[in-house]
């Protein structure tokens, strides 16, 4: 894992015992909103998470820490590395002991339904809740908070530089030059890179028109795939399209995922409103809805969002942006435009 930054303080002796806790956060987004701890006694944001057990590994705590902390239950397939943050600092609780803490941060899916959480007394007594907040509110109030206490100090400003990467790193407009839509049909893959490719000025591929001919018949696959390879190949460009044969391939060249993980009932709305619509991702215009789309939607859920988020954890250092709801995904591409 990279490491983010360290923070030594200096304020023990060399000579002094170091005592290792180390920990797993998780950085949960819900649309453009993060998933955050919020202490209503000290007034501040953490990323739900905590020390690692000896008998468990980095992951298992997570899940655990996550589930007491906040209530919200992590997909295990959907873990992928974020970076390290290296902490050390005199003992609040020993006498000539270094307090050395390692603190791993996962980014990670959650699933909808919460459970209740199950807090220590130090938890009860900070009063966490769950908060989901935008960046700006988040590194707001951790901007200003202060302690009498160094320890919760330093953890606080810790989360607070956290946060700021975070924020340069999915909102850098820059760093998008290679963009891949990906979701199940009808979830409007299409419709949303149109918008992206407005709002980046980035130039926009259609895999539909490169598949599919106006007389509904289709070019070969090595066609396909040499018009595919060449593509990746250029210096930006946005991607719409699903094709799960071709998921690495693009995951694989892009910086920028944007993945609509709708429901199925949302995307079986969205192939029946599309009937009759001229459009500008494919050859012609659909007079009834297709057999084939509705097998697909309903087998997307178990055939290919799995084959996803395995690809999402082999490759840690893409920019993952996931929308539950068309709300988000709008809200996402009209905040970006004021």
């Known amino acids: 894992m990279k490491t983010l930054f360290e923070i030594d303080l200096n304020d023990y002796k060399d000579t002094d015992a170091v005592f290792r806790r180390p920990s797993a956060r998780a950085i949960i987004f819900q649309g453009d909103k993060i998933a955050l701890v919020y202490s209503k006694k000290e007034k501040y944001f953490k990323f739900p998470g905590g020390g690692i057990h000896d008998d468990e590994d980095k992951k298992e705590a997570l899940i655990r820490e996550v589930r007491e902390e906040s209530g919200m239950v992590v997909i295990p397939d959907s873990i992928r590395e974020f970076g390290s943050v290296l902490r050390r600092?005199?003992?609040?609780?020993?006498?000539?002991?270094?307090f050395e803490q390692e603190n791993y941060y996962y980014y990670c899916d959650v699933q909808d339904e919460l459970v209740d959480q199950d807090l220590d007394d130090y938890e009860e007594d900070a009063g966490f809740v769950l908060r989901v907040v935008d960046l700006d509110t988040a590194i707001a109030a951790n901007d200003i908070y202060t302690s009498e206490s160094c320890f919760n100090e330093v953890m606080i400003k810790r989360e607070l530089r956290v946060l700021k990467l975070i924020k340069g790193e999915m909102f850098n407009q820059l760093s998008m030059k290679k963009v891949i839509v990906l979701g199940c049909s009808g979830s409007g893959k299409s419709t949303f890179a149109i918008k992206l490719h407005e709002k980046l000025g980035l130039p926009l591929y259609h895999l539909d028109n490169i598949w599919w001919k106006a007389d509904k018949t289709h070019v070969s696959r090595d066609e396909f795939d040499a018009k595919l390879d060449k593509l990746v190949k250029l210096d930006s460009w946005i991607i719409d399209g699903d094709y799960s044969r071709t998921y690495e391939k693009r995951i694989a060249a892009c910086d920028t995922i944007?993945?609509?993980?709708?429901?199925?009932?949302?995307?079986?709305?969205?192939i029946s409103k599309r009937v009759g619509q001229t459009r500008p991702d494919i050859p012609w215009t659909e007079e009834k809805i297709d057999p084939e789309l509705v097998e697909l939607v309903r087998n997307y859920e178990k055939e290919n969002r799995p084959k996803l988020l395995e690809l999402f954890a082999q490759y840690p250092e893409k920019n993952v942006i996931t929308f539950k709801t068309r709300e988000e995904a709008d809200k996402w591409i009209t905040e970006r435009q004021q």
Do not use: A, P, R, W
Request: proline share 0%; net charge negative; aromatic share 14%.
């Open 258 to 270: 944007f993945f609509l993980n709708y429901s199925e009932d949302t995307c079986m709305d969205g």
């Open 89 to 98: 600092q005199k003992s609040d609780k020993s006498e000539n002991t270094i």
